[in-house]
């Protein structure tokens, strides 16, 4: 794959020449139509596609059974799309060939560009200038091409196609894999997925994975859009482009693979060791609301539920079961993904209770057990469908079924006819499942699953989808204004850095980032530094007994690991040894370092421990999180992660997604801690991130402690990282 990062097309190309094309010229077009540049025209007549095909290949004066031309230039009509196959060397020449006769797209099969190093690279942005010199929107190059379901367009070689047969429907599907796109093209048909457009994105020279999802996002015929990825490459226009998706309401859901950062490497700071590029990837997703799939099974799970016409209005979920076993798993699978088994009203468990609706001995508490009796009274499934979705308390219905080889047609219909009369989604787990059945199931967009387990995460992933959407829209009708930084405050805190970058310092010291945090409001302890014990002995009993101690040196970002930090010192003796043996100790653990006296600081007290930091992500900017804080932040490892900006809504759901959220809200009796101003200072750090992110690299503000209610917050220690 191509490790150039693409600027994307944008808006300013309408890839219907790629998807809808009236002509399409294969370049290169073999007389065998089994080779890979044979491949594409053989599929196209087969498949019957209806606009004019140009074979392209000046030794041949027919290729496969049509009229074949020396270059692009002899056709004597228009031409939508080109299909490119040739040497990469003469693949820039031929871009400006179909320039020069006004080709609107390329897809272009060819490798030996970014993927294979330098020389690639360069003939890569050749390549990119000429179709944009042409305003030719172009694939790849390195790509398996694409399919147009619908329109029966066939721009590939993709192996899947020798099947004879594509499942239409309203899946679209963007790959940065040729070779397992095509495989997974095939497979989710298999698993029921019915596809709209599928496409290879190849080395995204021009068109970018991000373009080819809002042009899905725009097409009526796409539900929802699924795809593999190993790298967004474009941060900003990926985010766009899911935004797109989720304002639409066409999920997104993502195959995401590769951590592009190891947590084992050496990093400045904590937020570096945690917010790894993976993390930073799931908190994106989470922010433009796309649903991540974490194997291929899912990726089709998944497709096959948001691709339903009916979706989840909460998550107050009832089971319908003819397996006690199965009900255990399925409740066990809810708690897991937040859907509420719902208790039913007494008016639904009498109406279940009457004559001739289930065994006298069934269960008719949610979940419903209508019991083996069905396997040789498949009509009693009517009733308690009907019953079960006529109760106000259920928002989803979820039915498990084994077998059934006799009457699985007729409890297929059976189902369809109670899904039909209701607008809440109805999903089916049946384990071996008769061929007939999954079949009407799936005619009638019924997602239908294996086991207990799959459909149950699929539909908690749904809920959590529309309950996310539902927030986004509510924010975007209502948008709360991050104010920009004062002037004056943001001069102030450049001159901390600018003084730092003089003295040779590749780190503020505590006391200097310190100073820079409360001019964005983050408030800290009182504190002085004492450059003697004599003068750190005076200053503690100033201050009031008792105070912390810590080494004041850019050069020791991690002080409690060097010896540099003493808690609790209760009088002025005390403080001399303790100035003395942090001094001794810190010169022991970095020989080299700078070291400017020790910092004398009100010790805080009755409060929780947490952090807040943020990392300059290399493709979506500042990422920030929390978590519990204190020295166990990295083996603990809770934390929640965001891309700024973002408001005061996002900084305490922040919150809430962390560990620490039930010791802030008054744990086993314990006070209610400032979740309010502890929001504020997470929205702050990301305002510091965005302001500096060309000079700031990290930041940790380890501890911040949280104080009871209404007592506000302090940030007792902070790193900042220059870049």
Not at 435 to 459: A, W, Y
Request: proline share 5%; glycine share 8%; net charge positive.
């Amino acid at each position: 794959m191509s490790q150039e990062k693409p600027q994307g097309a944008g808006p300013k190309f309408n890839l219907d020449a790629m998807f809808k094309p009236r002509s399409i010229a294969l370049v290169g077009a073999s007389t065998d139509p089994t080779k890979l540049s044979g491949r594409p025209l053989r599929f196209l007549k087969e498949y019957g596609y209806q606009g004019k095909i140009y074979p392209i290949n000046p030794n041949q004066t027919e290729v496969q059974g049509l009229k074949s031309y020396p270059s692009i230039a002899s056709v004597p009509d228009e031409i939508d799309l080109a299909v490119v196959g040739l040497p990469a060397e003469i693949v820039p020449a031929m871009i400006r060939e179909c320039a020069a006769k006004g080709v609107k797209a390329v897809t272009v099969f060819s490798a030996g560009f970014a993927e294979m190093g330098e020389k690639g690279v360069k003939m890569q942005a050749e390549l990119r200038q000429a179709a944009l010199d042409g305003h030719i929107a172009l694939g790849g190059p390195n790509c398996a091409g694409l399919i147009g379901v619908r329109e029966k367009v066939i721009g590939t070689f993709n192996s899947a196609m020798d099947r004879g047969r594509i499942s239409s429907g309203p899946v679209s599907f963007v790959a940065q894999s040729g070779a397992l796109g095509t495989y997974m093209f095939a497979a989710a048909q298999d698993a029921g997925v019915g596809f709209d457009y599928w496409v290879s994105t190849g080395n995204e020279a021009v068109i970018a994975f991000s373009d080819f999802v809002s042009y899905f996002v725009r097409q009526d015929t796409t539900r929802t859009i699924i795809a593999y990825m190993e790298d967004a490459r474009d941060g900003a226009g990926f985010q766009r482009s899911a935004l797109e998706a989720m304002e639409a309401g066409k999920p997104l859901i993502i195959l995401k693979v590769g951590e592009s950062e190891a947590g084992s490497q050496a990093v400045a700071s904590h937020t570096g060791a945690l917010a790894g590029s993976d993390k930073v990837y799931s908190a994106v997703f989470r922010q433009t609301g796309v649903i991540r799939a974490h194997d291929v099974e899912d990726l089709f799970d998944l497709a096959n539920i948001c691709a339903s016409p009916k979706y989840p209005r909460g998550n107050r979920t009832a089971l319908i079961t003819i397996s006690g076993g199965a009900a255990s798993l399925m409740c066990d699978r809810c708690e897991e993904v937040g859907l509420k088994v719902t208790e039913l009203t007494q008016e639904t468990m009498s109406a279940l209770r009457a004559p001739g609706v289930l065994p006298g001995f069934a269960t008719v508490k949610n979940p419903v057990d209508v019991t083996a009796e069905l396997v040789a009274k498949p009509a009693l499934l009517k009733k308690p469908l009907e019953i079960t979705l006529a109760d106000p308390n259920v928002d989803c219905l979820v039915i498990f079924l084994g077998m059934q080889l006799h009457n699985g047609e007729e409890l297929a219909r059976t189902i369809v006819e109670a899904a039909a009369g209701t607008d809440k989604i109805v999903i089916v787990n049946w384990i071996a499942a008769p061929e007939v059945s999954v079949k009407i199931l799936r005619e009638n967009n019924i997602p239908v699953f294996s086991d207990p387990g799959r459909g149950v995460r699929s539909l908690g992933a749904l809920v959590n989808y529309v309950e996310r959407r539902k927030r986004y829209l509510a924010r975007k009708s209502s948008p709360k204004s991050i104010a920009p930084t004062p002037a004056k405050k943001l001069a102030a805190a450049r001159a901390i850095i600018a003084q730092a970058r003089a003295n040779g310092a590749t780190a503020l010291t505590e006391s200097a980032g310190k100073e820079l945090l409360a001019l964005y409001g983050i408030p800290s302890p009182a504190r002085q530094i004492a450059t003697s014990a004599k003068e750190a002995a005076k200053i503690a009993k100033k201050m009031g007994f008792p105070v912390v101690m810590k080494i004041v040196s850019a050069d020791i970002l991690h002080k409690t690991e060097a010896g540099g930090v003493k808690l609790g010192v209760k009088d002025s003796k005390e403080a001399e040894a303790a100035f003395a043996d942090i001094m001794k100790k810190a010169k022991a653990y970095n020989k080299k370092a700078r070291l400017d006296g020790v910092l004398i600081e009100e010790m805080i007290t009755d409060a929780v421990q947490v952090m807040v930091g943020f990392k300059q992500d290399k493709l979506f900017g500042p990422a920030v999180m929390t978590g519990l804080g204190g020295i166990m932040v990295e083996l603990i490892s809770d934390f929640s992660l965001r891309v700024a900006p973002f408001d005061m809504d996002e900084a305490i759901e922040m919150i809430k997604n962390t560990k620490a959220y039930p010791l802030l809200t008054g744990f086993r009796g314990d006070k209610q801690r400032d979740v309010a101003s502890l929001a504020k200072v997470i929205v702050a750090v990301g305002k510091v991130a965005q302001d500096f992110r060309n000079e700031i690299a990290e930041l940790d503000v380890n501890p911040v402690m949280v104080l009871p209610k209404g007592k506000g917050v302090r940030a007792v220690d902070a790193a900042l990282v220059l870049k």
